[in-house]
């Protein structure tokens, strides 16, 4: 077992640091990029497509990188770190992802390639009011006439739902089971606002709108729970990433900041706080890191790896979320210094796939069937 | 970024995982899977079958019985001696005076000491904790006086682990009183039957004895029992204790009692069914294995990050981690066994199970984790004020 990343993935962090580092250096910048739809930097976006990270996880042949786990992991970390608000996550990972998995050769070729050019962003439109984290759809279903389909249905919240230029939708299947279809969003209505953490999301209704069946058609339960594996990896590496930056963020503050005469850091229970905080910060970087293996390894146990790593990182995000606005005290809670966006940003990314107690539901209803929780699968 | 151990590291596993549970007996291994106390011989007898093989001491320098492994053969070694149920090499002598002595030691003291250290010939006990010196152990104040070709120790030691079947004790002796702290501090050797030493035991919450207060009262002790030089004892404490936090991160032991308890919850009725199907103590299993499988990925990560045998500042981590959850999951069995956790004392004619009567004193005794080998609010100024700079 190797954790360390070799010289081409070096070369990528590198890379995505070199540009969304420096891009949102200056925590101003985000704030003022986030205030404004479509809640990101186009042209950034339209960057990180030249440099290949928007084609990064598909096949060459779909017009992507043909690069795994691993590196999608290391471009998440690098925009978790400055909370980069360009949807990778649900574009690229999630979205791009049910298409790799799920769509026809020619389906991939033209949605994945102008995924990967950044001339399209791709939205997955599946949580439904009433729904929490299921991998099948119920409140929008799909209507078979003939050869065509329509969709309706009210999902919410979508991510990116308003922005994006073509939607991935699952719909409950006449005969049973969740189908995924792609649909243009011209003429449907979409209500787009922003998020708690500077993201957008949407309430997007469906009535009797053309849809096309992703792929084959049928049921795609299994596509959605696979991709959505994934996708809770790559977002246990994204808050890692925010991890390994809101701690010494607040570490720096200690030392700096002064109280009763004396630097805040001369307080132990101050200072003890933020070591159990780097605990929970290795602890679920070393899951997560270990789940990209798993992912990249051996993807029929991705879906137990993502419930470990997202459970670890939930439980370390809360804690380290909440101590970083704690240790700052009174600045931590104001949306002009950066702290309190990144426990903001963490919560989100906790509630997007799944929360720790989700993820701790699936795993403790499998304890019983194996007898030691073994790092090699 | 490679998951899978490789062909040759995967081989000696298993290589590893056969001689454990084929050559130390089974009658041992019970003993530690059942969570009693072990006998003498039974500590002894395993350390011999794993010299025998080179398996006890491999993180020694070569020439003195060592291996020349990788850092994660090492783990894997660890990680499987746990897993089968083998008792460790008595840490004394394996983790702290060995290294040491193979360090520092003159050449004399190498021959002299190192192969009955590593076969167990010799049972070292460790004399550093005092009465007025626990986590800060350089106020010690036991003292060494130079009297001709001897030190007259005098003082008094506490804490001393298993020091009842101890024949040598290496201590931590005040050489120069007038030197601050921890400046005039020698490391010095001691036969446990020199004349004015005496043991004795301190009983436990738990009901045993592992533990004794060792008196010194004019002891004489040969001059070259010094380890390396006077007044430099400190210097090889630290280097001591660096070692001895990576070894107290036990994941494998952890892991084999959280497996267990997953069998004795299975075994118990609990609401018309079993424990093992109650929710809450389902969901406390798993949370439970979770950690654990975060704290060996995290060693893992840290053994491949220790160069030359210097521990990487993240092994108090695991130290602090490791004993939480050694504790948690104490904690847990206590809560399987429930009404049955009160029959500690219970004996032969007791209609419960072993695992029920070994419960809280298991749980009682490991309270000690967070406080040995440098306790966890110490590992907590280490991150603090050496990873975090605070």
Redesign the interface.
């Known amino acids: ?6 010289d081409e ?1 070096e070369a990528l962090r590198e890379a995505v640091r070199g540009l969304v580092g420096k891009a949102y250096a200056d925590f101003e910048q985000r704030r003022q990029t986030v205030k404004r739809d479509p809640g990101f930097d186009e042209a950034l976006w339209g960057r990180l497509a030249e440099m290949g990270v928007l084609g990064l996880p598909f096949a060459e042949d779909d017009g992507g990188m043909g690069a795994g786990p ?1 590196e999608v992991g290391i471009v998440a970390q690098e925009l978790g770190r400055v909370l980069a608000p360009e949807p990778f996550l649900t574009s690229v990972v999630l979205a791009g992802g049910l298409v790799a998995a799920a769509g026809s050769a020619e389906q991939r070729a033209e949605v994945l390639g102008a995924l990967s050019a950044g001339e399209s962003v791709l939205a997955f439109a599946h949580a439904e009011p009433g729904s929490r984290w299921e991998a099948s759809a119920t409140a929008v279903s799909a209507t078979q006439s003939e050869d065509s389909w329509t969709l309706t249905g009210v999902k919410e919240p979508v991510p990116h739902g308003a922005r994006a230029d073509l939607l991935v939708v699952s719909a409950a299947l006449p005969d049973g089971g969740t189908g995924l279809f792609l649909v243009s969003p011209e003429g449907v209505a979409r209500d787009g606002y922003p998020t708690h953490d500077g993201g957008r999301a949407a309430r997007i209704s469906f009535d009797a709108t053309p849809a096309t069946p992703l792929g084959v058609g049928g049921d795609a339960t299994a596509h959605i729970e696979s991709a959505t594996a994934a996708a809770v990896i790559a977002a246990a590496n994204e808050a890692v990433g925010a991890m390994q930056v809101a ?1 010494p963020t607040t ?1 720096e503050y ?2 700096s900041r002064k109280q009763f005469g004396v630097p805040l ?1 001369t307080f ?1 229970s101050l ?2 706080r ?3 905080m ?2 929970s910060l ?3 970087q ?2 997560a ?2 789940a ?3 992912l ?3 993807p029929a146990s991705a879906q137990k790896a993502a419930a ?1 790593a997202g ?2 990182v939930s439980r370390a995000g809360r804690h380290i979320g909440q101590e970083a606005i704690q240790l700052h005290g009174g600045i931590g809670m104001t949306a002009e210094y950066s702290i309190g966006s990144y426990t903001s940003h963490l919560t989100a990314l906790d509630h997007l796939l799944g929360d720790g107690n989700h993820h ?2 699936a ?3 499998a ?2 069937g194996y ?3 073994d ?3 | 970024m490679q998951l899978e151990l490789s062909p040759e590291d995967a081989a000696f596993r298993d290589e590893m995982r056969t001689f454990f549970t084929t050559e130390v007996p089974q009658a041992i291994r019970d003993a530690v899977a059942s969570r009693q106390e072990l006998s003498k011989d039974q500590i002894v007898e395993s350390q011999r079958i794993l010299n025998k093989h080179g398996l006890a001491v491999p993180h020694w320098p070569t020439e003195w019985g060592g291996q020349d492994w990788s850092p994660l053969r090492r783990h894997i070694w660890h990680e499987e001696m746990q897993r089968a149920g083998v008792p460790l090499p008595l840490a004394f002598n394996a983790s702290m005076v060995g290294p040491v002595i193979a360090a520092f030691g003159s050449q004399e003291q190498k021959e002299r000491f190192l192969p009955p250290t590593a076969n167990l010939d010799i049972w070292w006990s460790q004399g550093f904790s005092e009465p007025d010196a626990g986590s800060d152990l350089a106020s010690l104040r036991t003292t060494a006086v130079r009297d001709g070709d001897d030190y007259v120790v005098n003082g008094q030691k506490t804490w001393t682990t298993l020091g009842q079947h101890g024949d040598w004790i290496f201590c931590l002796v005040r050489t120069d009183p007038d030197a601050k702290k921890q400046r005039g501090i020698s490391f010095l050797l001691i036969d446990m039957t020199s004349p004015g030493l005496t043991v004795r035991p301190i009983e436990l919450i738990d009901g045993g004895v592992e533990v004794n207060e060792v008196w010194f009262e004019d002891v004489r002790v040969p001059a070259e029992n010094l380890v390396g030089e006077e007044n430099h004892g400190w210097d090889y404490a630290k280097f001591l204790l660096g070692n001895e936090r990576v070894g107290v991160a036990p994941v494998g032991s952890t892991k084999r009692v959280l497996a267990q308890a997953k069998e004795w919850a299975r075994a118990t009725s609990y609401a018309g069914g079993s424990l093992l199907d109650d929710p809450m103590t389902a969901s406390r299993i798993a949370e439970l294995e979770n950690e654990l499988l975060a704290l060996e990925l995290t060693a893992l990560r840290v053994v491949a990050n220790s160069a030359d045998g210097k521990p990487h500042p993240a092994s108090s981590v695991l130290k602090l981690k490791g004993s939480e959850l050694q504790q948690a999951v104490s904690e847990l069995v206590v809560d399987l066994a429930g009404p049955a956790s009160l029959a500690s004392g219970a004996g032969d004619g007791s209609s419960l199970e072993q695992w029920q009567h070994r419960a809280t004193p298991a749980y009682l005794n490991l309270r000690k984790a967070s406080i040995y080998g440098g306790s966890n609010e110490i590992q907590r100024q280490i991150i603090a004020k050496t990873i975090l700079g605070l």
């Open positions: 077992m190797d954790f360390t990343y070799d993935q691993i701690l570490t200690l030392t850091n132990q200072s003890f933020a070591a159990d780097y605990v290795e602890l679920a070393s899951v890191l270990w990209s293996m798993v990249d390894a051996d470990r459970l670890q701790l539901a795993l403790s209803s304890v019983g007898a030691e929780a790092p090699l699968p």
